[in-house]
């Protein structure tokens, strides 16, 4: 649903993406992480065919992102930085008019709005002057536009900032109907734990040139090492380890608490256990043990920094 | 056609509805449609009776048209606000960044924002005129003729849509309405001199040059919009921040096309000098064509315009020569600098009319000067001067003066020209910068040097070369 082939943009003598690649197949989210000023708004602008690439190509929902623009950016919502709305006038006439400049049909549009309103809470303010709107409101309002007229890609660029607890929660949840309803999501954010909640594929932007691009847990594993598995036991225990299966390894001992670094969880897990049951270890908890993808976004952007420093 | 013109016409129908609820643009305009027509027509009325005392009536007849044209003038002023407002304003809110991600087309964006601005104070504009029109009639007023009329609502919308446009121009250059409000000066002072030339045509009376005046500013208007499409991309509206003066960036794209590549002074003749003739060859045509009919114009005029000469005044030319060579001695150095510097203000000031009028104005001095020549020229011819005279005069210095200041001319046709078409990855300021080296190569390279031989020519050789003619 979304590709992108060495996109590169430059702005004058500075280089803002720098050869990015992206697949992103339908019903999928896809979340762009990375710091300020890193390409990522670049990189979104390129794939809703605002900017032109310096070189490269890519195709949003089948279309390409230069020869196909007006296609392209019928086919997708965007979800921009500064929501820029219209003060002087209210969330129905604003989505009219959004309604009307994406050709929809009139009635169909008013249950459109209608139900977009209600879903997000904002029924009630459908007659406020978008002026008086809360940073929540104009944020959810926003999001409304991007999915006005039900595109097949979203891209959505901090989608959940300014928002209280109890808006965000709803947002997200809508991202992931959004997502069940076979969408393309891209979102931009800084919130890692958000990232990790609705993510199925994870891209870390560093001075425009993407430094880790996979799933979570193939990001976590590439950058942290195997998974770590934590087992609490009953009792303290000094005994002999048994011989424990190959692509297993022992990484911490305490007490009552043994630390395992574990290859191929699928296939070593039940062995591992087997052979400490038969051992007659009281278990208590088998567990893997926290990584955030906090931690792999550091170790990530630490990394390259120390290569770039090197260099 | 229509489904195409759709879009363009929702955004004219959002902007419009907000300008209705801002009381700042709201209240001028009720101001100026309403009261400002009603204090006109006391004002016409009260110069109509004081200028009756004295007898100068005319003044009071010419005042009529003039206030009408002051009454639709100061609603369409407002245009220029409401256009930056409506381009920069949108663009410093971030408001336009979902209107680019929209299916709308660059020019349906730049045609509905443009009708936005221009509508609303043009319509007021009617209205005012209309109102003062009817107190008119009611105070028993003359009114002007139906034509004269016509011809001021045509000036006035020419002039708000000329304004606009030029307003899009100066907004593709901002991203804050407090820059695009320091560009607007190169709108608000060219159109102040153009009202104060419309204002002296009015009291003239001599309404046909009005029209001419409709006729330049359609194509002006005309111009400006096509510069307007030209520049007005997503990418220049949301991909560069250009209010900050970096004179380095600057000079670099100017240096890039001043140099065109060339390392040595040799090279740069050899090769940047011609490659640039060659991107200018139609304007030179176009120069060429408009300097031989400034000519044969000029030449035209002698029978509107006689001055009567004796025909032995001609014959006694050489007299005349005689005492600018004993003025100008062989090889004395100021008569040539007075020349050349006389030719290089003429350069100067078709570049400054080229700047504000997208090369356009620049054509005139050429073709003023070949005007003048040719009349004086013809003039002489009907009291009695050969052609070998006539060519005695001209061709010593001309052939290298003229050439000279049709690449020159060219050079700001072009800058026009470039202005005006769309050059993708570019913005106005770049494709302007290397215009601008491109007049400075010609200029430096060329026209002054050429210039200065011309001049030592016209000062140590034309009268020699004509005395010998006269004789």
């Known amino acids: ?129 978008l002026g008086e709107y809360s940073k929540g409101m104009r944020q959810k309002l926003a999001l409304v536009r991007a999915i006005l007229h039900d595109p097949p890609v979203l891209l959505l660029d901090e989608p959940t900032s300014a928002m209280d607890p109890e808006s965000a929660r709803m947002v997200r949840d809508a991202i992931v109907a959004l997502r069940s309803e076979n969408r393309t999501i891209v979102l931009c954010t800084h919130n890692l734990l958000e990232a990790e909640e609705l993510a199925d594929q994870v891209a870390i932007i560093r001075r425009g040139r993407i430094i880790v691009n996979g799933s979570i847990e193939s990001i976590k594993r590439e950058l942290l090492g195997p998974s770590e598995y934590e087992m609490k036991l009953a009792s303290e225990f000094d005994g002999l380890i048994p011989e424990l299966p190959p692509g297993v390894e022992l990484t911490l001992r305490q007490a009552d608490t043994l630390h395992f670094c574990i290859d191929v969880p699928e296939i070593s897990n039940p062995v591992l256990l087997r052979r400490l049951l038969d051992q007659k270890l009281e278990i208590v908890s088998f567990q893997e043990a926290t990584r955030s993808l906090e931690q792999a976004y550091l170790e990530a952007v630490n990394r390259t920094a120390e290569e770039e420093r090197l260099v | 056609m229509f489904s195409q013109l759709r879009p363009a016409f929702i955004i004219t129908e959002r902007e419009v509805r907000d300008q209705l609820r801002d009381w700042r643009i709201i209240f001028p305009v009720i101001g100026l449609t309403i009261f400002f027509p009603f204090l006109m027509n006391f004002t016409a009325q009260q110069m109509l009776g004081f200028v009756r005392q004295y007898g100068a009536t005319i003044i009071g007849e010419r005042m009529v048209p003039f206030l009408l044209m002051i009454v639709g003038f100061f609603p369409i002023s407002v245009s220029l606000v409401i256009a930056l407002e409506t381009f920069v304003g949108e663009k410093e809110r971030s408001s336009i960044e979902p209107l680019l991600n929209s299916p709308l087309k660059d020019w349906q964006l730049y045609l ?43 000036l006035t919308t020419v002039q708000a849509v000329m304004m606009v446009s030029g307003a899009v121009v100066v907004s593709c250059q901002a991203t804050s309405v407090r820059a695009a409000n320091l560009l607007a000066s190169f709108i608000i002072i060219p159109v102040a001199l153009l009202i104060q030339g419309e204002s002296v045509v009015m009291f003239w009376g001599n309404y046909r040059t009005l029209w001419w005046a409709v006729i330049g500013l359609i194509v002006l208007a005309g111009l400006l919009m096509r510069v307007g499409l030209a520049h007005f991309r997503r990418e220049e509206l949301l991909g560069r921040e250009i209010d900050v003066l970096n004179l380095h960036w600057g000079w670099g794209i100017f240096s890039k096309a001043f140099t065109g ?47 009567p000469l004796k025909d032995t005044n001609v014959q006694n030319l050489n007299q005349s020569f005689q005492r600018v060579l004993n003025m100008w001695p062989l090889f004395s150095y100021q008569p040539v600098l007075a020349i050349w510097w006389q030719n290089m203000r003429v350069m100067l000031l078709a570049m400054l009319l080229g700047v504000f009028s997208m090369g356009i104005l620049g054509v005139i001095p050429l073709m003023a000067s070949m005007g003048v020549t040719g009349y004086l020229i013809g003039l002489l011819s009907l009291h009695g001067m050969s052609l070998n005279q006539s060519l005695g005069l001209i061709l010593p210095h001309g052939f290298i003066e003229i050439p000279a200041v049709i690449i020159a001319s060219a050079a700001v046709l072009q800058a026009g020209a470039i202005l005006a078409t769309p050059t993708p990855d570019k913005t106005v300021g770049e494709v302007w910068l290397a215009a601008l080296a491109d007049w400075v190569k010609l200029m430096v390279g060329l026209v002054i040097p050429l210039l200065l031989i011309a001049a030592g020519i016209e000062a140590w050789v034309t009268p020699r070369v004509a005395m010998l003619f006269f004789h």
């Open chain 1, 1 to 129: 649903m979304i590709f992108a082939e060495d996109l590169t943009k430059y702005f004058a003598d500075f280089l803002a993406v720098n050869s990015v690649n992206l697949d992103v197949p339908s019903g999928q989210v896809l979340v762009l992480l990375g710091p300020n000023g890193a390409g990522k708004t670049t990189t979104v602008r390129m794939l809703t065919s605002i900017l032109v690439p310096s070189r490269g190509r890519a195709q949003v929902a089948g279309f390409d992102v230069v020869h196909q623009a007006d296609k392209v950016r019928s086919s997708v919502g965007v979800l921009t930085e500064h929501h820029g709305l219209y003060g002087r006038m209210n969330s129905v006439e604003y989505l009219e008019f959004f309604g009307k400049l994406y050709s929809l049909n009139s009635i169909a549009l008013q249950k459109r709005i209608d139900d977009l309103l209600d879903q997000f809470g904002l029924a009630d303010a459908r007659k406020k002057r």
């Open chain 2, 112 to 154: 509905g924002k443009l009708l936005s601005a221009v509508v609303p104070p043009l319509f007021s504009s009617y209205l005012g005129m209309t109102v003062y029109i009817i107190g008119l009639a009611f105070s028993r007023i003359k009114l002007p003729s139906a034509d004269l009329m016509v011809l001021i609502f045509l």
């Open chain 2, 261 to 307: 590549g060339a390392h040595t002074p040799k090279d740069w003749y050899l090769k940047t000098i011609p490659q640039t003739l060659r991107r200018i060859r139609y304007p030179i045509l176009i120069m060429t064509i408009l300097a031989a009919v400034g000519f044969v114009l000029g030449a035209a005029q002698v029978h509107n315009f006689d001055i």
